[in-house]
């Protein structure tokens, strides 16, 4: 008798362990890692070397900021300028415009490919002094700015070649910009997200911007004309960006038109917050109420670049993931976030 107890209870007990650890996996396995402008914490922002290192690193999503050239092309390159990222100003001296800057919607994308990229740098006392001291060196090897085309393809052949399913995580940038200079970046990019096989929200595609005007005109015109229906996800600054999403039904409102949200990750967890006391905000909850998924930027584990409240890097993605709840991250560092997820 004491025996047969004690056998059921021990089968109990592993039925429970079981359950758990099915649901642990589940839930973890829902969660995401976006490289943020590719494995960038390692080489250069946004050449194809640092996507085809985070493809082989494990990532969920590989992220494109996607910017036009004066031929109308679409280029991988964060910042509406050259600057910070190439040697446009030792190439194309006499291009400078009178605010200082090189945009590369004055380019032509075979100009563009003249550039050399490299790890992103301030001009400091007339010295090119790298952003992130610890990263790839500057000057060194030879990289360069891809075009969107390039880099869907680089992606989808080694999904091929390797057996995967790497979604792509493309965001139009300055789409307001580009609209005064006479361009539609979003149906530019629209199509050719549909003319590489992305068409549906059941695609491994999210479509970001950080303008929720765009976002709209993407949802109620351009999805309808192309005859496609995306993933979309409006990216938010910080609250002053649009106060209304911040309101009661903020949420629900934002969620007619995206699917997930993009917060900049002090909107989940305070800036505020102490090891002591962890200060989750209710974004995450408001939004996941309202459906959509939450992948906030920017996970680096440079030199103060993990906050305070946090032991370290893995400790900052446990406490964003696990205790705020966040759906994925996006990281300059997909293998330390990757392997965090496998271990947990
Ligand atoms: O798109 C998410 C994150 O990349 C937003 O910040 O400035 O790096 O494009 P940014
Ligand atoms: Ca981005």
């Known amino acids: 008798m004491h025996s047969s107890r004690f056998s059921s209870n021990v089968a109990k007990a592993i039925g429970v362990l079981l359950m758990t650890a099915t649901l642990s996996t589940?839930?973890?396995?829902?969660?995401v890692v976006i490289a943020h402008r590719g494995a960038s914490g390692y080489l250069p922002e946004h050449t194809l070397q640092a996507k085809a290192m985070a493809f082989a690193m494990g990532a969920d999503y590989i992220e494109q900021d996607v910017v036009m050239t004066s031929d109308d092309q679409l280029i991988v390159l964060?910042?509406?300028?050259?600057?910070?990222?190439?040697?446009?100003?030792?190439?194309?001296?006499?291009?400078?415009?009178?605010d200082g800057r090189y945009y590369a919607i004055d380019f032509t994308l075979a100009e563009i490919?003249?550039?050399?990229?490299?790890?992103?740098?301030?001009?400091?006392?007339g010295e090119k002094m790298q952003g992130y001291a610890n990263r790839f060196p500057m000057g060194q090897s030879t990289f360069s700015v891809p075009t969107?085309?390039?880099?869907?393809?680089?992606?989808?052949?080694?999904?091929?070649?390797?057996?995967?399913?790497?979604?792509?995580?493309?965001?139009?940038?300055?789409?307001?910009?580009?609209?005064?200079?006479?361009?539609?970046i979003s149906t530019a990019v629209v199509r050719m997200l549909k003319s590489y096989g992305y068409t549906s929200k059941q695609d491994k595609m999210f479509l970001q911007t950080f303008s929720f005007e765009e976002l709209k005109i993407i949802h109620d015109e351009i999805f309808p004309a192309e005859g496609v229906d995306l993933n979309l996800v409006q990216l938010i600054g910080g609250e002053s960006s649009y106060p209304w999403i911040f309101e009661e039904d903020g949420m629900e409102r934002l969620s007619a038109y995206a699917d997930g949200v993009g917060p900049e990750k002090g909107l989940v967890v305070?800036?505020?917050?102490?090891?002591?006391?962890?200060?989750?905000?209710?974004?995450v909850a408001r939004a996941h109420a309202a459906g959509m998924q939450v992948h906030p930027y920017t996970y680096r584990l440079d030199p103060g670049q993990v906050p305070t409240y946090a032991d370290s890097y893995e400790d900052l993605l446990d406490i964003h993931l696990f205790r705020a709840d966040i759906d994925g991250v996006f990281t300059d560092f997909p293998d330390r976030a990757v392997d965090f997820l496998r271990n947990k």
């Open 26 to 31: 589940q839930a973890q396995s829902q969660k």
């Open 78 to 98: 964060h910042d509406i300028t050259l600057d910070r990222t190439t040697d446009v100003a030792e190439r194309f001296p006499d291009r400078i415009r009178d």
């Open 113 to 125: 490919r003249l550039l050399r990229a490299s790890e992103g740098f301030e001009i400091e006392n």
């Open 148 to 184: 969107l085309a390039e880099e869907i393809e680089l992606i989808q052949g080694m999904n091929k070649s390797m057996g995967k399913n790497v979604g792509i995580y493309p965001e139009i940038k300055g789409p307001e910009f580009h609209r005064e200079a006479g361009k539609d």
């Open 270 to 283: 305070s800036r505020d917050s102490k090891k002591t006391n962890i200060l989750v905000s209710d974004f």
